[in-house]
């Protein structure tokens, strides 16, 4: 079975840094992905990992140790814009993204 | 811009009717679309699996005879909820992924669907 596991929550100030993690359980893994996604909205795609390391992309970047079943999301120079859920998903194999059940961030003045 | 589009954006409709929604890829050939539910607060919930040109793979304690999919081309996929219950609103995704490389699913922009 798939086991994905995030906090339900965060809270972080408008300029700051916020680090969102994300473990695993899967059968199978071809992949670990990041979304953010604004309320009422479809989720959008921010970053992909496959390999262990660290995928940068502008104010984002995504780790991930397959050995671990860890990844985390960082999130750098915080603007209001960011508040949204961030979601965790896994490729198992060839089959659908599995999701995790998001991360709902807050960001304060 | 948007890679997959997803219409009708809103429905409200009378318990009983049967409403289908539209998934289209937009300048790619998707082999394989996806369909999830959300509830509020919650995450998406893959409901089936559909490749083109035949029968879509169902996610268990999903009813296959109430979420009718057809996947007729590469570049449109359909979603039929039949004799919809209010139990049935939610807010229903389509994905599409194009199977060449590590391809990520892009997403529709979701259909809200309210049965009164």
């Not at chain 1, 670990?32 to 104010?59: C, I, M």
């Not at chain 1, 995504?62 to 896994?90: H, I, N, P, T």
């Not at chain 2, 009983?16 to 300048?27: F, H, N």
């Amino acid at each position: 079975g798939q086991n994905i596991d995030q906090p339900t929550e965060m809270t972080a100030t408008e300029g700051a840094i916020v680090q969102i993690n994300c473990t695993y359980q899967t059968s199978g893994f071809n992949g670990l992905f990041w979304y953010q996604q604004h309320a009422g909205e479809a989720p959008t795609f921010l970053s992909y990992n496959v390999l262990d390391g660290l995928e940068e992309k502008g104010r984002f970047s995504s780790f991930l140790s397959r050995s671990k079943g860890y990844s985390y999301l960082l999130l750098k120079e915080l603007q209001m814009k960011d508040s949204a859920s961030y979601l965790c998903a896994v490729r198992p194999g060839r089959r659908a993204l599995t999701f995790g059940s998001g991360t709902r961030l807050q960001v304060q003045p | 811009g948007a890679v997959v589009s997803q219409h009708p954006s809103w429905v409200i409709c009378k318990s009983g009717t049967s409403v289908k929604i539209e998934c289209r890829s937009l300048d790619f050939q998707a082999t394989t679309m996806f369909w999830y539910r959300q509830f509020p607060k919650q995450s998406l919930m893959l409901m089936a699996t559909s490749n083109e040109g035949s029968k879509a793979t169902y996610e268990q304690g999903v009813e296959k005879d109430k979420f009718l999919i057809n996947h007729a081309s590469l570049t449109l996929s359909t979603l039929t909820v039949t004799s919809a219950h209010p139990e049935d609103s939610s807010f229903y995704i389509c994905s599409a992924r194009w199977d060449r490389g590590e391809q990520p699913q892009h997403f529709g922009d979701g259909t809200r669907l309210s049965i009164l």
